[in-house]
């Protein structure tokens, strides 16, 4: 600095050798110079004339130049181009830097397009592959053939039944829960069968329909009501008729008949079967109901289970609860119906479960019960018989049955032509009554039974009727102090009347005494017999005080008050006694019936006795009124006295009926000999016959049908009892088997008080249906009265066992615990209970412990189906007691495979004591629980017996009573009749079948019958059987009864086939349901929904048109015409109507399809699940003029859009994926579209994309920090140039790669947080769908819950949409950022010419490319206005602009694309002119312009490179980069921009640069040996070093000693510019312009020369163009 102030200060004052030598050394940057050289320079200054030292050292600053100059080419050899130089500097600094981002920027590319796949989780196949899945599955591409509404409507059907097979819950992989048996709605004709189908029933089953009854239909209602849903019992006949079940309407329900309980037919259906009706109040108008649903369908439903039957209607709401008498159970009968006449019904469905109120409510609301629809669970449709079918089962049943009546009518013409012989061999005699007006009495000496004399009336039957007028003197029989009349009489309820009576006329005083018959007057004493009262009435032999006639003593018997079986019924002849005894104070007149008179209960129970303590006359004469006659009156009197037969004075009343052996006695009679008169009255006629015997009344004993018997035909007596219902003359024919089978012809009547009244009492009914038993173990099964526990009984049994002084030896021997024990604190304790009784048993001392049941069997063997209501047994209990007799009967078939000796029961009391039991005749055996069938020895047994145990004190006595009888194996199905018990003269009685048996035991031997429940707790059934209800009566029933029982119940149980599944298996059944494995790749995710946009319906308006003035209604004109036309007589159209199609305007917003419109992505739609659309015909809403809505009506005219949305999981995937089929009615059709959108998480291990998304963020920072570096740069180096356009291009861009770098970065960090939370995400949506089946138990808010659970799966449908959108919103911002990526990938090419071909090419043609898309989108916008305007409405790829200009923007990339010439032909003018001057315009023109801009672009690109000698192949260019880079760091160079600015703006503009020029005073290259490696390594290039080159040869022209000079001053000024900046000096001068110094020096040096010297500025080094200049050379040599 010291050496340069000083040149400063002095060279302007001196021009000293030594100076000047100074400052040659300096401008030579430190190289050596000589003296001489020096001395050269001045001695040239010395040769100007100059006059001033200015003018001086303007010369010596010329002459220093030009030494300069001449110095430097001289060394050229040694030094490098410069303007080469620097654009090789420039270009490799551009070049390492650009290499480096693009290796950057490709690797980031590479690595954020491999993170782009991954992102795609399953990949591209994975996706197309389940849209193709799902458009095959739903057909989507049908979809381009729906124009129409019902099109429209039918796909809806098709996309639910197509969404079954995806749901893994359908039908497709488990068996149905529900079966839907009716779908459509259908008016039935008559009831249709079903196909055979397995409905499983348990412990509640629930049956569903719509329903709509004509009303004409419920006024021809059967008795049970018209049946929905019913299971026959059988095809033809009384089975047709009987139901196994049937629901009903009005809603009932009727069941049983395969198992039913009762022995009779219900009261209210007359048939064989339970039947539970519901009080469905409903309003009534004229005596008719008026059911609603005869106005529309109205949803019912019924709910069963074992106790009660719940009926309800529309949304669960209850009409009634019905308990039932019984469970009810199935059977197998394959007749199941559908239907009734005038009923129509949709929907119907059944439920092998038991639906919930709420549950009702949903399938009102919503066609299925809501976890159905979610989990689309649709139920499976029973499909419907083919006619050809049901044809053909027509035919086998018919056939079938017409076997049978072949078989019936073959049978009937045997039995009638055996009858006919019959009726031939006992011709059948019409009465012929007895018309005689008199009737002679005759005496008889001796009656043949009583060794009395009588007077005979009636010997051999005789029939009397009303024109039967017998009489006879009174005088004709005899009383003295009594008399009895015996008659034996058959008369039915129509036949009574007066059977005799004995009267004498009045004598009218006023007429002079002259005999008067009035009627009741005139009797004296009458007997009355018949259907309401038989009577005895006599007169008095007093007279009132006004002297008439008093009555006497009247017994009446009120025998319509007796049982039904005493009463008469014209079968049999009835014996018949009035007995008149004045002597007997207690029964002065008696009538006696059947052998039974006054003083029996039979008779007393029914008597009435009035004016018992007066006298009465035994004839006339004795009457009170006859006495008061004179004795002349007397005697007329009893000389016209008459007896009346059968009938009363004036021949009134009289009877109708069959006499025989009428006797009187004038005496009276005792009781024993009336009752050996009944037993042994002879026979008129028949010698050693009795009337009792031949044609009387029976007792019970007798009463028995001979069950051996056979007619000529081998027809039995159960044959006759069922002809006889049909055809009650089928006895009368055969009087022999009449009286063989008198029960079965009921061809006798039952002797008056011969049974007791013990047969009306009440009963206990054990079971109310038929019922099956199972072993459940050894010892069978237990059933207990429900008023106790097993539990209980079991504790009562071991704690009263007997506690015998010594333990019998059956005890010992079979080591069991015989005494008590105590377990009553182990009650609520099973196992522990079970554990203390152990193996204690009630055992009687000389009986085989195994005939007893040990106390735990009682709690294991227990039967919780089978427990028996025993709130009735107390009072059948002392009833029981009081009669001292008891009996238990019922049917019973085995279900063993082998013929069977069955049952083995043991029945045991209160204190857990057996007390009786049925067993074979060796005793109590087994069962065979491991194969279940008929043990060995009930196999071979021929013997059963009933026993009743003697007392305990007795040690229960087996001796107390056992009737045995021969017994028959039984064989599954065949019925078999058991009646057991004790009786009222101590005798254990047992019956099976017609095989009965009395045993007759000690009276001590009997303990007494508890008059409590006590009687009997527990029911212990061994064997596999079915066995009808027990009916426990308090007495034993007479032959008679028992004969009946089983001749009136068999009909009724041969029709009893039992249950399909025992009750204890079907409560306990476990449906198995057929599972299959779930096939498909998706799966429904969540309910499908349809939502719809609807518009306001109103007339077209184009629907009008205008005619003479007048507006016509074009739809008002088609009806008429219509109507005239097409619906005129005979022809109707009731659902005609005038409007033809709908018309939409806006937008509707309110309620429709009786739910709110939502709001769903800005529009007001409504929604509604897919599947009660699809799947149901009728949903129950609320709407404007009814309660119902058709599905079919949510799809119409004023449907504006629908969308079908569904969403589907793949599991192996993880992906959920959106289908959305759209529906628009916009475009005179119904247009439709889908799309298929996916939400894909990341399979593969999360830390694999994290890392290379963190790997893209370490490049990407990278690319951050190398941009803003270089923004930072060009900054410094433009900031001062920013209104220069380039450098202001320059800095846009490097801002615009800061902000990209910078948003991608973001972009990443984004991409990361969302894709990682992917499968989480997916995991919680998957559990938010999935859960959504919570249900309130308030129904107030069922509608309000249902409508919401609808929107929960509406929001999180949205969630998915949002979800996948967002998802889509990033893939497409990753998909512009990858683009963008790419673009910058090949903008980076630009580091090097000979890659930066694009980048050049486009830059190049940026201004032509620029008109020619100004022309294109002229041209093209026209084309595809004119093409959507003209034909649009023609071709479908031109309906639209943007579809237009995307047609023609293919035809011209790919032509013709759709724009065929071709079509032309076709077409009118227009289309040829069109699409001929599209192709030709935008194809053949424009097309090859934009062809013909790139390619001149590129043109020039590549000339450009050729003329360019610095540049070299990129691999060569990156192996110099690398080696400069490696010799910078060694030698520690300058930076590429220091350098190359001070080769611009420091050095002076001279062509060579060496490395003294390099490191000149230091500032750029710190030593000399820096510069000199600098110039050796690039002295390697050659285009840097100027070799063998004319030019080089060249003088110095002085121009360039000009610029030289100029470029030294400029230096000089700026070091002293410096200089005095340091010290403080004026600055004006340092700011001078240097250009302006220029300026001066060159002028001044024009001065000196003498002549004007022309000096240019230096031009750029790479554009520097050197001139000869001799002339100038010359005159500075002339100087």
């Given at each position: 600095?010291?050496?340069?102030?000083?040149?400063?200060?002095?060279?302007?004052?001196?021009?000293?050798?030594?100076?000047?030598?100074?400052?040659?050394?300096?401008?030579?940057?430190?190289?050596?110079?000589?003296?001489?050289?020096?001395?050269?320079?001045?001695?040239?200054?010395?040769?100007?004339?100059?006059?001033?030292?200015?003018?001086?050292?303007?010369?010596?600053?010329?002459?220093?130049?030009?030494?300069?100059?001449?110095?430097?080419?001289?060394?050229?050899?040694?030094?490098?181009?410069?303007?080469?130089?620097?654009?090789?500097?420039?270009?490799?600094?551009?070049?390492?830097?650009?290499?480096?981002?693009?290796?950057?920027?490709?690797?980031?590319?590479?690595?954020?397009?491999?993170?782009?796949?991954?992102?795609?989780?399953?990949?591209?196949?994975?996706?197309?592959?389940?849209?193709?899945?799902?458009?095959?599955?739903?057909?989507?591409?049908?979809?381009?053939?729906?124009?129409?509404?019902?099109?429209?409507?039918?796909?809806?059907?098709?996309?639910?039944?197509?969404?079954?097979?995806?749901?893994?819950?359908?039908?497709?992989?488990?068996?149905?829960?529900?079966?839907?048996?009716?779908?459509?709605?259908?008016?039935?004709?008559?009831?249709?069968?079903?196909?055979?189908?397995?409905?499983?029933?348990?412990?509640?089953?629930?049956?569903?329909?719509?329903?709509?009854?004509?009303?004409?239909?419920?006024?021809?209602?059967?008795?049970?009501?018209?049946?929905?849903?019913?299971?026959?019992?059988?095809?033809?006949?009384?089975?047709?008729?009987?139901?196994?079940?049937?629901?009903?309407?009005?809603?009932?329900?009727?069941?049983?008949?395969?198992?039913?309980?009762?022995?009779?037919?219900?009261?209210?259906?007359?048939?064989?079967?339970?039947?539970?009706?519901?009080?469905?109040?409903?309003?009534?108008?004229?005596?008719?109901?008026?059911?609603?649903?005869?106005?529309?369908?109205?949803?019912?439903?019924?709910?069963?289970?074992?106790?009660?039957?719940?009926?309800?209607?529309?949304?669960?709401?209850?009409?009634?609860?019905?308990?039932?008498?019984?469970?009810?159970?199935?059977?197998?009968?394959?007749?199941?119906?559908?239907?009734?006449?005038?009923?129509?019904?949709?929907?119907?469905?059944?439920?092998?479960?038991?639906?919930?109120?709420?549950?009702?409510?949903?399938?009102?609301?919503?066609?299925?019960?809501?976890?159905?629809?979610?989990?689309?669970?649709?139920?499976?449709?029973?499909?419907?018989?083919?006619?050809?079918?049901?044809?053909?089962?027509?035919?086998?049943?018919?056939?079938?049955?017409?076997?049978?009546?072949?078989?019936?009518?073959?049978?009937?013409?045997?039995?009638?032509?055996?009858?006919?012989?019959?009726?031939?061999?006992?011709?059948?005699?019409?009465?012929?009554?007895?018309?005689?007006?008199?009737?002679?009495?005759?005496?008889?000496?001796?009656?043949?039974?009583?060794?009395?004399?009588?007077?005979?009336?009636?010997?051999?039957?005789?029939?009397?009727?009303?024109?039967?007028?017998?009489?006879?003197?009174?005088?004709?029989?005899?009383?003295?102090?009594?008399?009895?009349?015996?008659?034996?009489?058959?008369?039915?309820?129509?036949?009574?009347?007066?059977?005799?009576?004995?009267?004498?006329?009045?004598?009218?005083?006023?007429?002079?005494?002259?005999?008067?018959?009035?009627?009741?007057?005139?009797?004296?004493?009458?007997?009355?017999?018949?259907?309401?009262?038989?009577?005895?009435?006599?007169?008095?032999?007093?007279?009132?005080?006004?002297?008439?006639?008093?009555?006497?003593?009247?017994?009446?018997?009120?025998?319509?008050?007796?049982?039904?079986?005493?009463?008469?019924?014209?079968?049999?002849?009835?014996?018949?006694?009035?007995?008149?005894?004045?002597?007997?104070?207690?029964?002065?007149?008696?009538?006696?019936?059947?052998?039974?008179?006054?003083?029996?209960?039979?008779?007393?129970?029914?008597?009435?006795?009035?004016?018992?303590?007066?006298?009465?006359?035994?004839?006339?004469?004795?009457?009170?009124?006859?006495?008061?006659?004179?004795?002349?009156?007397?005697?007329?009197?009893?000389?016209?006295?008459?007896?009346?037969?059968?009938?009363?004075?004036?021949?009134?009343?009289?009877?109708?009926?069959?006499?025989?052996?009428?006797?009187?006695?004038?005496?009276?009679?005792?009781?024993?000999?009336?009752?050996?008169?009944?037993?042994?009255?002879?026979?008129?006629?028949?010698?050693?016959?009795?009337?009792?015997?031949?044609?009387?009344?029976?007792?019970?004993?007798?009463?028995?049908?001979?069950?051996?018997?056979?007619?000529?035909?081998?027809?039995?007596?159960?044959?006759?009892?069922?002809?006889?219902?049909?055809?009650?003359?089928?006895?009368?024919?055969?009087?022999?088997?009449?009286?063989?089978?008198?029960?079965?012809?009921?061809?006798?009547?039952?002797?008056?008080?011969?049974?007791?009244?013990?047969?009306?009492?009440?009963?206990?009914?054990?079971?109310?249906?038929?019922?099956?038993?199972?072993?459940?173990?050894?010892?069978?099964?237990?059933?207990?009265?429900?008023?106790?526990?097993?539990?209980?009984?079991?504790?009562?049994?071991?704690?009263?066992?007997?506690?015998?002084?010594?333990?019998?030896?059956?005890?010992?021997?079979?080591?069991?615990?015989?005494?008590?024990?105590?377990?009553?604190?182990?009650?609520?304790?099973?196992?522990?209970?079970?554990?203390?009784?152990?193996?204690?048993?009630?055992?009687?001392?000389?009986?085989?412990?195994?005939?007893?049941?040990?106390?735990?069997?009682?709690?294991?063997?227990?039967?919780?189906?089978?427990?028996?209501?025993d709130s009735m047994l107390a009072d059948v209990a002392q009833r029981a007691n009081a009669n001292n007799a008891w009996s238990i009967s019922f049917w019973f078939e085995t279900l063993s495979t082998v013929q069977c000796a069955v049952p083995q029961?043991?029945?045991?009391?209160?204190?857990?004591?057996?007390?009786?039991?049925?067993?074979?005749?060796?005793?109590?055996?087994?069962?065979?629980?491991?194969?279940?069938?008929?043990?060995?020895?009930?196999?071979?047994?021929?013997?059963?017996?009933?026993?009743?145990?003697?007392?305990?004190?007795?040690?229960?006595?087996?001796?107390?009573?056992?009737?045995?009888?021969?017994?028959?194996?039984?064989?599954?199905?065949?019925?078999?009749?058991?009646?057991?018990?004790?009786?009222?003269?101590?005798?254990?009685?047992?019956?099976?079948?017609?095989?009965?048996?009395?045993?007759?035991?000690?009276?001590?031997?009997?303990?007494?019958?508890?008059?409590?429940?006590?009687?009997?707790?527990?029911?212990?059934?061994?064997?596999?059987?079915?066995?009808?209800?027990?009916?426990?009566?308090?007495?034993?029933?007479?032959?008679?009864?028992?004969?009946?029982?089983?001749?009136?119940?068999?009909?009724?149980?041969?029709?009893?086939?039992?249950?399909?599944?025992?009750?204890?298996?079907?409560?306990?059944?476990?449906?198995?349901?057929?599972?299959?494995?779930?096939?498909?790749?998706?799966?429904?995710?969540?309910?499908?929904?349809?939502?719809?946009?609807?518009?306001?319906?109103?007339?077209?308006?184009?629907?009008?048109?205008?005619?003479?003035?007048?507006?016509?209604?074009?739809?008002?004109?088609?009806?008429?015409?219509?109507?005239?036309?097409?619906?005129?007589?005979?022809?109707?159209?009731?659902?005609?109507?005038?409007?033809?199609?709908?018309?939409?305007?806006?937008?509707?917003?309110?309620?429709?399809?009786?739910?709110?419109?939502?709001?769903?992505?800005?529009?007001?739609?409504?929604?509604?699940?897919?599947?009660?659309?699809?799947?149901?015909?009728?949903?129950?809403?609320?709407?404007?003029?009814?309660?119902?809505?058709?599905?079919?009506?949510?799809?119409?005219?004023?449907?504006?859009?629908?969308?079908?949305?569904?969403?589907?999981?793949?599991?192996?995937?993880?992906?959920?994926?959106?289908?959305?089929?759209?529906?628009?009615?916009?475009?005179?059709?119904?247009?439709?579209?889908?799309?298929?959108?996916?939400?894909?998480?990341?399979?593969?291990?999360?830390?694999?994309?994290?890392?290379?998304?963190?790997?893209?963020?370490?490049?990407?920072?990278?690319?951050?920090?190398?941009?803003?570096?270089?923004?930072?740069?060009?900054?410094?180096?433009?900031?001062?140039?920013?209104?220069?356009?380039?450098?202001?291009?320059?800095?846009?861009?490097?801002?615009?790669?800061?902000?990209?770098?910078?948003?991608?970065?973001?972009?990443?960090?984004?991409?990361?947080?969302?894709?990682?939370?992917?499968?989480?995400?997916?995991?919680?949506?998957?559990?938010?769908?999935?859960?959504?089946?919570?249900?309130?138990?308030?129904?107030?808010?069922?509608?309000?819950?249902?409508?919401?659970?609808?929107?929960?799966?509406?929001?999180?449908?949205?969630?998915?949409?949002?979800?996948?959108?967002?998802?889509?919103?990033?893939?497409?911002?990753?998909?512009?950022?990858?683009?963008?990526?790419?673009?910058?990938?090949?903008?980076?090419?630009?580091?090097?010419?000979?890659?930066?071909?694009?980048?050049?090419?486009?830059?190049?043609?940026?201004?032509?490319?620029?008109?020619?898309?100004?022309?294109?989108?002229?041209?093209?916008?026209?084309?595809?206005?004119?093409?959507?305007?003209?034909?649009?409405?023609?071709?479908?790829?031109?309906?639209?602009?943007?579809?237009?200009?995307?047609?023609?923007?293919?035809?011209?990339?790919?032509?013709?694309?759709?724009?065929?010439?071709?079509?032309?032909?076709?077409?009118?003018?227009?289309?040829?002119?069109?699409?001929?001057?599209?192709?030709?315009?935008?194809?053949?023109?424009?097309?090859?312009?934009?062809?013909?801009?790139?390619?001149?672009?590129?043109?020039?690109?590549?000339?450009?490179?050729?003329?360019?000698?610095?540049?070299?192949?990129?691999?060569?260019?990156?192996?110099?980069?690398?080696?400069?880079?490696?010799?910078?760091?060694?030698?520690?160079?300058?930076?590429?921009?220091?350098?190359?600015?001070?080769?611009?703006?420091?050095?002076?503009?001279?062509?060579?640069?060496?490395?003294?020029?390099?490191?000149?005073?230091?500032?750029?290259?710190?030593?000399?040996?820096?510069?000199?490696?600098?110039?050796?390594?690039?002295?390697?290039?050659?285009?840097?070093?100027?070799?063998?080159?004319?030019?080089?040869?060249?003088?110095?022209?002085?121009?360039?000693?000009?610029?030289?000079?100029?470029?030294?001053?400029?230096?000089?000024?700026?070091?002293?510019?410096?200089?005095?900046?340091?010290?403080?000096?004026?600055?004006?001068?340092?700011?001078?312009?240097?250009?302006?110094?220029?300026?001066?020096?060159?002028?001044?040096?024009?001065?000196?020369?003498?002549?004007?010297?022309?000096?240019?500025?230096?031009?750029?080094?790479?554009?520097?163009?050197?001139?000869?200049?001799?002339?100038?050379?010359?005159?500075?040599?002339?100087?």
């Open positions: 600095m010291e050496v340069r102030d000083q040149l400063n200060k002095e060279l302007p004052r001196t021009t000293d050798k030594r100076l000047v030598l100074t400052l040659m050394r300096r401008m030579n940057y430190g190289l050596k110079v000589t003296p001489r050289e020096a001395g050269w320079v001045l001695a040239k200054v010395d040769s100007f004339d100059c006059r001033t030292a200015e003018e001086e050292l303007l010369a010596l600053h010329l002459c220093m130049a030009y030494w300069y100059m001449q110095d430097a080419e001289e060394s050229a050899e040694n030094a490098l181009l410069r303007a080469p130089l620097i654009e090789r500097l420039e270009l490799e600094y551009e070049f390492g830097l650009g290499v480096v981002r693009l290796c950057n920027f490709f690797s980031l590319f590479l690595i954020f397009l491999f993170t782009l796949l991954h992102l795609a989780g399953a990949g591209n196949d994975v996706l197309r592959g389940i849209q193709i899945n799902l458009e095959t599955k739903f057909q989507l591409a049908e979809l381009s053939s729906i124009t129409a509404f019902n099109e429209l409507s039918d796909f809806v059907q098709q996309f639910s039944t197509r969404s079954t097979p995806m749901s893994p819950l359908s039908v497709n992989y488990f068996s149905s829960q529900a079966w839907v048996l009716q779908a459509q709605s259908t008016t039935f004709q008559q009831p249709e069968q079903l196909r055979e189908l397995d409905m499983p029933f348990t412990d509640a089953m629930t049956l569903q329909a719509w329903i709509k009854a004509d009303q004409l239909a419920m006024t021809r209602k059967n008795r049970v009501g018209l049946p929905i849903l019913r299971k026959a019992l059988g095809h033809f006949e009384e089975k047709a008729d009987h139901s196994c079940w049937s629901w009903n309407f009005p809603p009932s329900i009727s069941y049983g008949a395969h198992d039913y309980g009762g022995g009779e037919v219900h009261n209210q259906t007359n048939l064989a079967e339970e039947f539970v009706e519901a009080n469905y109040r409903v309003p009534v108008l004229n005596g008719i109901s008026q059911y609603p649903e005869s106005d529309e369908m109205v949803l019912h439903t019924v709910v069963i289970n074992l106790t009660h039957a719940v009926f309800m209607k529309n949304a669960g709401e209850q009409i009634d609860v019905q308990m039932l008498p019984r469970p009810v159970t199935d059977c197998d009968s394959n007749e199941l119906l559908l239907g009734s006449q005038g009923l129509t019904l949709s929907s119907v469905r059944y439920f092998p479960r038991q639906l919930t109120s709420f549950e009702v409510h949903e399938i009102y609301r919503g066609g299925a019960i809501l976890s159905s629809i979610a989990y689309v669970t649709p139920p499976q449709t029973v499909e419907a018989v083919k006619q050809d079918d049901q044809v053909l089962r027509m035919i086998e049943r018919q056939e079938s049955y017409l076997t049978k009546e072949l078989e019936k009518f073959s049978k009937t013409v045997d039995y009638n032509a055996a009858l006919g012989a019959q009726a031939v061999a006992n011709k059948k005699v019409d009465p012929e009554p007895m018309r005689s007006n008199h009737h002679d009495i005759k005496y008889v000496p001796q009656d043949p039974t009583l060794k009395l004399p009588f007077w005979q009336i009636y010997d051999k039957p005789v029939y009397t009727d009303v024109e039967s007028n017998h009489t006879a003197p009174a005088s004709a029989l005899p009383s003295d102090r009594g008399f009895t009349i015996s008659s034996w009489l058959k008369f039915d309820d129509s036949g009574h009347g007066y059977h005799m009576a004995m009267a004498m006329p009045l004598l009218d005083e006023t007429k002079n005494w002259e005999s008067q018959w009035t009627g009741w007057d005139n009797y004296c004493w009458m007997i009355y017999a018949g259907a309401s009262w038989t009577s005895f009435h006599t007169k008095s032999t007093t007279v009132d005080e006004s002297g008439g006639q008093r009555s006497g003593p009247e017994l009446m018997i009120f025998d319509k008050q007796a049982p039904e079986s005493w009463r008469f019924g014209g079968k049999s002849y009835r014996h018949m006694v009035w007995i008149a005894n004045p002597e007997d104070a207690e029964y002065p007149l008696k009538i006696c019936i059947d052998g039974k008179c006054n003083g029996h209960p039979s008779i007393d129970d029914y008597a009435k006795y009035t004016n018992k303590d007066r006298s009465f006359a035994l004839n006339c004469s004795a009457t009170g009124i006859v006495r008061n006659y004179s004795l002349e009156q007397q005697a007329k009197a009893n000389n016209e006295s008459l007896i009346f037969f059968n009938r009363r004075p004036k021949h009134d009343y009289s009877m109708t009926a069959w006499q025989m052996s009428t006797k009187y006695f004038n005496r009276a009679l005792t009781d024993e000999e009336v009752a050996k008169l009944f037993k042994s009255d002879p026979l008129p006629g028949e010698v050693g016959k009795t009337i009792k015997k031949a044609h009387g009344c029976k007792v019970p004993a007798e009463t028995t049908d001979d069950r051996a018997y056979r007619d000529s035909f081998g027809h039995d007596c159960l044959w006759y009892y069922a002809s006889y219902l049909t055809h009650p003359y089928v006895c009368a024919r055969n009087p022999e088997a009449a009286a063989a089978c008198p029960v079965a012809c009921l061809a006798s009547e039952t002797c008056w008080g011969s049974t007791g009244k013990t047969s009306s009492e009440p009963h206990l009914t054990i079971w109310p249906m038929q019922i099956e038993f199972r072993s459940k173990g050894k010892w069978g099964t237990t059933c207990v009265a429900k008023s106790t526990t097993p539990e209980h009984e079991a504790i009562e049994c071991a704690l009263n066992a007997p506690n015998w002084p010594t333990p019998p030896k059956e005890c010992n021997a079979a080591g069991i615990s015989c005494g008590p024990k105590d377990c009553r604190e182990h009650e609520a304790d099973r196992s522990r209970l079970l554990q203390c009784l152990g193996d204690t048993t009630w055992v009687s001392r000389d009986m085989n412990t195994y005939m007893f049941l040990p106390c735990r069997d009682i709690i294991e063997l227990n039967e919780p189906t089978c427990a028996w209501d029961i043991r029945l045991l009391g209160g204190e857990g004591n057996m007390f009786g039991f049925v067993s074979i005749d060796e005793g109590l055996f087994a069962d065979n629980v491991n194969d279940g069938d008929c043990p060995e020895d009930l196999q071979r047994s021929e013997w059963q017996r009933f026993t009743i145990l003697g007392k305990k004190e007795g040690g229960l006595s087996q001796e107390g009573a056992a009737a045995d009888i021969p017994g028959q194996r039984s064989k599954a199905g065949d019925k078999h009749f058991i009646l057991f018990g004790r009786t009222s003269d101590n005798q254990v009685g047992f019956q099976l079948d017609s095989h009965a048996n009395f045993d007759q035991s000690r009276a001590s031997a009997f303990p007494t019958i508890p008059p409590d429940k006590s009687f009997l707790r527990v029911i212990n059934v061994m064997g596999n059987i079915r066995m009808t209800p027990w009916k426990v009566y308090p007495y034993y029933p007479t032959p008679d009864i028992i004969s009946n029982w089983q001749y009136t119940e068999r009909r009724i149980q041969e029709q009893k086939r039992g249950p399909a599944v025992p009750l204890a298996e079907q409560i306990q059944h476990k449906i198995e349901r057929e599972t299959s494995v779930f096939s498909e790749k998706i799966m429904v995710l969540a309910p499908p929904l349809i939502m719809q946009t609807r518009a306001v319906g109103q007339d077209c308006a184009s629907a009008k048109i205008d005619q003479d003035g007048e507006r016509i209604d074009i739809a008002k004109v088609l009806y008429d015409r219509g109507e005239e036309e097409q619906c005129s007589a005979p022809f109707t159209c009731p659902d005609y109507t005038p409007q033809f199609y709908t018309c939409t305007e806006d937008t509707v917003d309110g309620y429709f399809f009786g739910m709110p419109s939502e709001m769903i992505d800005g529009e007001l739609q409504y929604v509604e699940y897919l599947s009660s659309i699809a799947d149901s015909t009728l949903l129950g809403r609320n709407t404007k003029h009814k309660t119902t809505v058709s599905t079919s009506d949510f799809i119409d005219a004023n449907t504006i859009r629908a969308n079908i949305v569904g969403l589907f999981y793949t599991a192996q995937y993880d992906i959920i994926s959106k289908l959305e089929v759209k529906f628009g009615t916009g475009s005179g059709r119904v247009a439709a579209s889908y799309e298929v959108k996916h939400l894909v998480p990341i399979l593969d291990t999360t830390q694999r994309f994290v890392g290379l998304m963190c790997l893209c963020m370490v490049l990407n920072c990278f690319w951050v920090f190398t941009a803003t570096s270089l923004l930072r740069q060009t900054y410094k180096l433009h900031r001062k140039t920013w209104s220069e356009q380039a450098s202001a291009i320059e800095l846009l861009i490097d801002v615009g790669d800061v902000v990209f770098s910078v948003v991608f970065l973001v972009l990443i960090v984004v991409t990361t947080f969302d894709r990682t939370a992917s499968q989480s995400t997916v995991q919680t949506l998957l559990s938010s769908i999935l859960t959504l089946e919570k249900k309130p138990v308030d129904m107030m808010v069922a509608d309000e819950f249902l409508r919401e659970r609808k929107l929960d799966f509406l929001n999180q449908l949205n969630v998915v949409s949002d979800k996948i959108a967002s998802g889509e919103q990033l893939g497409t911002f990753l998909m512009y950022a990858a683009m963008a990526l790419l673009m910058r990938v090949v903008m980076a090419t630009s580091a090097h010419p000979r890659i930066a071909l694009i980048t050049k090419t486009l830059w190049v043609a940026a201004s032509d490319l620029t008109h020619f898309v100004i022309m294109f989108t002229l041209v093209f916008f026209g084309f595809a206005v004119i093409g959507t305007w003209r034909f649009g409405s023609e071709r479908p790829d031109m309906a639209r602009f943007y579809v237009a200009f995307n047609t023609m923007f293919d035809a011209m990339i790919g032509p013709p694309g759709e724009i065929f010439m071709s079509d032309a032909a076709n077409e009118a003018g227009e289309y040829f002119v069109f699409a001929l001057s599209f192709h030709v315009i935008c194809f053949f023109f424009m097309l090859n312009f934009i062809l013909a801009i790139i390619i001149d672009s590129y043109t020039t690109v590549i000339e450009g490179l050729r003329d360019s000698d610095i540049e070299q192949d990129i691999f060569t260019d990156i192996y110099c980069t690398c080696v400069r880079t490696f010799l910078s760091y060694r030698h520690q160079w300058p930076n590429t921009h220091c350098l190359t600015s001070h080769l611009r703006n420091l050095l002076l503009d001279s062509k060579f640069v060496t490395a003294e020029q390099l490191h000149w005073d230091g500032e750029v290259f710190n030593t000399i040996g820096q510069a000199r490696s600098f110039v050796r390594h690039y002295q390697t290039f050659p285009f840097l070093v100027d070799v063998n080159d004319p030019e080089n040869c060249e003088p110095p022209t002085i121009d360039d000693v000009a610029t030289f000079q100029c470029l030294t001053l400029q230096k000089l000024e700026s070091l002293s510019q410096t200089v005095q900046r340091a010290v403080g000096s004026d600055t004006s001068n340092a700011q001078e312009s240097p250009d302006r110094s220029v300026g001066v020096q060159r002028s001044r040096l024009s001065s000196v020369s003498g002549s004007p010297v022309s000096v240019s500025p230096p031009s750029p080094p790479s554009v520097k163009k050197r001139e000869s200049d001799n002339k100038g050379t010359a005159q500075l040599e002339a100087i």
